[in-house]
């Protein structure tokens, strides 16, 4: 089994930064990839990031870009995102989810995911 933790979110005004956490334990056998999803209110889940094992890869939602920032350090098992110049729009629950294999930004297509950690960004 594998167990993911985020952390890190909040309350923040607008033009605002927050860093999440993303924590991994159990079975992860190495190499895994981690997504960053998140979902606002009456919405779909939608992708954010995701960030290969080695880290020299990484994708981003369009929406995202420029402003938010993933990264990992494996030796803690930990996937962070960064996020700068916070919109209102940003806010939601984000989660993280963890895969083998390729970058994806299908959530369909992820193991395991965290419980979520509560983003809101007051305009």
Not at 6 to 15: F, R, W
Not at 50 to 75: L, M, P
Request: charged fraction near 15%; proline fraction near 1%.
């Amino acid at each position: 089994q594998v167990q993911l933790v985020e952390s890190g979110g909040g309350l923040v005004q607008a033009g605002g930064s927050l860093r999440l956490s993303c924590a991994a334990s159990g079975r992860t056998f190495s190499t895994y990839i981690i997504g960053w999803f998140r979902q606002a209110p009456g919405q779909e889940r939608e992708f954010v990031a995701v960030i290969s094992w080695s880290a020299g890869n990484t994708y981003y939602a369009d929406s995202v870009k420029g402003r938010f920032t993933v990264s990992r350090d494996n030796a803690k098992n930990t996937v962070y995102l960064q996020m700068n110049s916070l919109q209102a729009e940003d806010t939601a629950v984000y989660h993280c989810a963890l895969k083998w294999g390729g970058l994806s930004t299908n959530s369909n297509l992820y193991n395991y995911w965290g419980q979520g950690t509560h983003v809101t960004v007051s305009s």
